[in-house]
């Protein structure tokens, strides 16, 4: 089955960039997506089609694609960024693939 | 603005069923799909499936094909989820989220109601 592959944990210093990427071989033909989840709360859409930000989600998120990669950053990293994140795509037959997550950790 | 609000956390026994609501409301209900994704505990996001709430077309995450039944119920804005033959495995934060299309038919999601705790134990 299709995997998105993501590393487990990325820990960064307050007002530093983070970035968090996700591999996976249908990148290159499906869009990316990526959600924020804290503890104990459902997750909540940061970045659409690999580099769009939803309204109300801060400019200090974005997405940026490149061939089988693609990359959360985020800038200028606040406290309450500290949380889960996901990435989402789908394989070839369009069936949702979420990667396994990203715990961030701000020091 | 757009809610979906999640019926209340349940216990079963292995080999029970379980039905899950997701009340919407803020957008047109029937312009839309709802997607379920699961989550056991500790774990990461898995996707479950999707219906049409304009027509009722369903797809099937493969390894829950014969034991999940998605409904709606257009007359509320409600989606429905029911998983049967429950087993311990199957404890986990079920949660309904708004399904939208990308330009390759894909399914991405922009709203989720609050998760719905579901644990499984003799």
């Known amino acids: 089955s299709y995997e998105l592959t993501q590393p487990p944990s990325v820990s960064v210093s307050p007002g530093q960039t983070a970035r968090i990427t996700c591999s996976g071989d249908a990148l290159p033909k499906q869009y990316a997506y990526w959600y924020q989840q804290k503890p104990g709360q459902a997750p909540v859409l940061v970045i659409y089609?690999?580099?769009e930000r939803p309204s109300g989600i801060p400019e200090r998120f974005s997405g940026s694609s490149s061939g089988t990669t693609v990359t959360l950053t985020i800038s200028g990293v606040q406290a309450e960024d500290e949380a889960d994140y996901y990435c989402q795509s789908a394989d070839s037959s369009g069936t949702p693939v979420f990667g396994g997550g990203t715990k961030l950790t701000v020091l | 603005q757009v809610q979906l609000v999640q019926s209340g956390a349940e216990v079963k026994k292995p080999g029970a069923s379980v039905k899950v609501s997701c009340k919407a409301s803020g957008y047109t209900f029937t312009s839309y799909g709802i997607s379920w994704v699961r989550q056991a505990p500790g774990q990461g996001l898995e996707w479950m499936g999707w219906?049409?709430?304009?027509?009722?077309?369903?797809n099937y995450a493969q390894k829950l094909q014969g034991r999940v039944t998605m409904t709606t119920d257009t007359s509320t804005s409600t989606a429905y989820m029911e998983l049967r033959s429950l087993r311990s495995d199957d404890t986990a934060v079920y949660y309904c989220?708004?399904?939208?299309?990308?330009?390759?038919?894909?399914?991405?999601?922009?709203?989720w109601g609050q998760g719905t705790l579901v644990t499984v134990s003799s």
């Open positions: 089609k690999d580099s």
């Open positions: 989220a708004r399904a939208k299309l990308d330009d390759y038919e894909s399914y991405y999601f922009d709203y």
């Open positions: 219906i049409s709430a304009y027509n009722g077309n369903t």
